[in-house]
């Protein structure tokens, strides 16, 4: 039998990747990307070179290899990724996607964020993050759940629910959590708290699905006020109509604000006067996308970041915005749902522009939040009501915005600068008093 050549595990991210709108880019460093945040803000505060050199060090890197026994008879070698980054603050957090383009450097600087968003958001995880090189759409769901039981297999070690708790990200979901739980159960016994995002009756909580997407509306409504921007009427763009995207926008729309663009990667719709969110939502499930609509006006995801709104909020991939771009934009404010969609260089032709960016480390830190919620309840065997879990992420999120608002305001700092500086100080604070 065949078997297929799959790529270097150690190749780097400087290659050619299909953005969101399906034409052709450059995949996005966020190795590099992450770093130069970090050395910014470590810079602004004068961190002392000693902590600079334990916090920009991954603790542990893994790479594997996992063969699978595709439906046509032949057999894939897949490479897959675990980067363990911080765990001053308490056990490794972060997802694992499956996606063509994913590498080691990438779940490198993935995994770092993942460090500085749970400390802004206040739990006590620490940062890691996980991944296989693989496109998911093209898979059966057999192929799928052998490589998801494989490739635990071979992390399994690293493991722990004290230890590093995975959870969904990036062409993963509920299912994929269930299978990972399901086989570290057969070698550690019944362990829910291994992995969140699970289904709810395995032991995942109320309120997940929707978290990043909560955590988002929040911090758009108080962005709002701190930039005198009126929600009710405002106009929104969303770039992404995943998850995220999706549950930003049903949220937001209950707020009175107008949701006029949406896209996903088949392209996008427009409505000056607004979309009904709720149509929009049927017609993605009866269609598998937004496009084609009745009564909207088709755009496509460059356009999109484009229009003349008050918020645009990029909820697909890394890299939207870029130098080349950029001057295109013209929202008042720009929150980011996705993991670095607007680049170094953009950010300060933004900054240049008086255009606030609501760092990607704050605004989307509810998926985290709530996966600590999920972990509690399962190492406590009790549950929580729908509504306790709405309160206590609503609590943490306004209190992360609060205090990196405060912190951006008095040193005259952009939000981005104040989150990193914000999360710094909590870890380097850890790293003291544990050195």
Request: glycine share 10%; aromatic share 6%.
């Amino acid at each position: 039998m065949p078997t297929a050549t799959a790529p270097s595990p150690y190749k780097t991210s400087t290659g050619s990747s299909t953005g969101p709108n399906g034409k052709a880019g450059s995949h996005v460093d966020f190795n590099a990307i992450t770093d130069q945040q970090f050395l910014r803000a470590a810079d602004h505060m004068k961190l002392e070179d000693e902590i600079q050199l334990r916090l920009r060090s991954p603790y542990r890197e893994m790479v594997v290899q996992v063969p699978v026994r595709m439906d046509d008879g032949h057999l894939e070698m897949f490479h897959g990724y675990r980067v363990q980054h911080n765990g001053v603050r308490g056990p490794y957090k972060g997802g694992i996607r499956y996606h063509h383009k994913v590498d080691l450097p990438e779940v490198r600087g993935l995994a770092a964020l993942m460090t500085w968003k749970t400390a802004i958001v206040g739990v006590p995880f620490g940062g890691a993050k996980g991944g296989v090189t693989c496109d998911p759409t093209s898979m059966s769901r057999a192929e799928l759940q052998a490589l998801t039981r494989g490739f635990m297999q071979k992390i399994d070690l690293a493991l722990g629910v004290y230890r590093d708790i995975p959870a969904p990200d990036v062409g993963t979901n509920a299912q994929v959590m269930a299978w990972m739980m399901d086989e570290y159960g057969k070698k550690h016994g019944y362990t829910p708290a291994i992995v969140t995002g699970k289904p709810v009756n395995l032991g995942g909580s109320l309120g997940r699905d929707e978290a990043t997407g909560r955590g988002v509306m929040i911090i758009t409504v108080e962005a709002c006020k701190a930039y005198g921007i009126n929600l009710k009427g405002a106009k929104i763009a969303i770039q992404g109509f995943g998850n995220v995207g999706s549950w930003t926008a049903r949220l937001i729309a209950k707020l009175g604000a107008k949701i006029v663009a949406v896209s996903d990667v088949h392209g996008g719709i427009f409505k000056e006067d607004g979309l009904d969110v709720d149509k929009v939502l049927e017609h993605v499930k009866a269609t598998g996308s937004v496009v084609e609509l009745s009564g909207t006006r088709a755009i496509d995801n460059e356009e999109l970041l484009t229009l003349e709104v008050d918020v645009l909020i990029p909820a697909a991939l890394g890299g939207a915005i870029t130098k080349q771009n950029v001057d295109n934009v013209k929202a008042k404010l720009i929150v980011e749902a996705a993991n670095s969609p607007v680049t170094p260089e953009a950010d300060e032709a933004l900054q240049s522009k008086n255009i606030p960016v609501v760092p990607d480390i704050l605004a989307n830190g509810g998926g985290v939040t709530v996966s600590y919620f999920e972990w509690v309840q399962n190492l406590q065997q009790f549950n929580w009501s729908h509504q306790k879990v709405i309160g206590e992420l609503e609590d943490r999120m306004l209190r992360a915005w609060k205090a990196i608002h405060a912190r951006s305001v008095e040193e005259r700092t952009p939000l981005r600068i104040a989150s990193y500086v914000e999360a710094l100080d909590r870890v380097a604070q850890a790293t003291r008093q544990r050195f």
